[in-house]
């Protein structure tokens, strides 16, 4: 595909492609929509490309939740060339919640080890503008926003292991209940790197004490996708103060004798880039993930530059 034309970063006026502006968006709970459950509805895409075809001609625009079954989804930031390096070292710093899968080079749009031929402009059935820290507008193409400075980050996402702790007959109580996971902001101190920083995000999911060495060992063989529990009981050590009422997401039913267990969580990277109040910034909006090629089979091989650490800043 051509090459895009440089042109200013600024957010011009424009007829398309399709916004929506902040003022008629959702309620700030919106911003964890990113794990509706994955098995809720039946696939429309049984691919990637496909999905990201559809995307492109603008007939796609839904969540991916249960969308190319098998294929790996991954949250995507873009960030001008400024702001790339640091961003890139703190993903590093913070291997558990960002586990990063591609990093593109400055003006390169194609994220070519997971999707060859993709169009990160364009692939995603919803994007989210930010500048100076602010939620601006979603827009389902941002190619008008790209110039050559622009680079990506393609990080992991635990869509990838939800459909197999299903398939082992631990099913998450979200995909049960039909909901979005329960996401909780922590005390769990971050690696800074420049303007990057801030706390990590949790996902929770309940299981009886039995079923957790299974669901530690099935998780954990993903570190690309978040990997092992970050922690398993007593919310109060980590900061959550009531599992039913979570910072994002929906609470889930947990039910007598079960213990809530924590995952590191993709919202971890957003929080980071609205603390560092960029001029601009994009990201896929929750749930309208960027689908690709890459099996999730094929991710459990994957390696993911940085070391995965529970507790980022503590003393080796």
Not at 126 to 142: A, F, H, I, P, T
Not at 146 to 163: K, N, P, R, V, Y
Request: proline share 9%.
């Amino acid at each position: 595909s051509s090459r895009p034309v440089s042109r200013s970063l600024g957010l011009p006026a424009r007829a398309s492609p399709t916004v929506v502006s902040m003022a008629a968006a959702a309620a700030p709970t919106h911003l964890a929509r990113r794990c509706a459950a994955t098995g809720a509805a039946s696939a429309s895409f049984r691919t990637g490309a496909a999905l990201r075809a559809a995307c492109r001609t603008g007939s796609f625009r839904g969540q991916t939740a249960g969308q190319a079954p098998g294929h790996v989804q991954a949250n995507l930031v873009i960030l001008p060339r400024q702001h790339a390096e640091d961003f890139e070292q703190f993903c590093v710093a913070n291997a558990a919640p960002c586990p990063l899968l591609e990093v593109t080079a400055p003006g390169q749009y194609e994220a070519a080890r997971l999707a060859p031929g993709s169009d990160l402009r364009r692939d995603l059935p919803k994007y989210r503008v930010w500048q100076d820290g602010e939620l601006k507008e979603e827009r389902d193409d941002v190619a008008d926003l790209w110039d050559d400075s622009m680079q990506a980050f393609l990080i992991g996402c635990s869509f990838t292991w939800e459909d197999l702790l299903a398939a082992a007959g631990l099913t998450p109580r979200h995909v049960e209940e039909g909901k979005n996971v329960p996401m909780f902001d922590t005390s769990i101190e971050l690696k800074g790197v420049g303007p990057f920083g801030g706390r990590m995000v949790v996902s929770m999911r309940p299981y009886r004490p039995e079923e957790v060495q299974a669901v530690r060992d099935l998780t954990a063989a993903y570190p690309a996708a978040h990997g092992a529990p970050v922690h398993v009981g007593a919310p109060g050590e980590i900061g959550v103060r009531n599992l039913r009422a979570p910072d994002y997401g929906e609470g889930v039913e947990v039910r007598p004798g079960e213990v809530p267990v924590f995952w590191a969580c993709g919202v971890t990277p957003a929080n980071a880039l609205k603390q560092a109040r960029l001029p601009l910034a994009i990201t896929h909006a929750p749930g309208h993930m960027f689908v690709a090629d890459t099996t999730n089979e094929a991710l459990k091989s994957w390696k993911v530059p940085g070391n995965w650490r529970a507790r980022p800043t503590a003393v080796e």
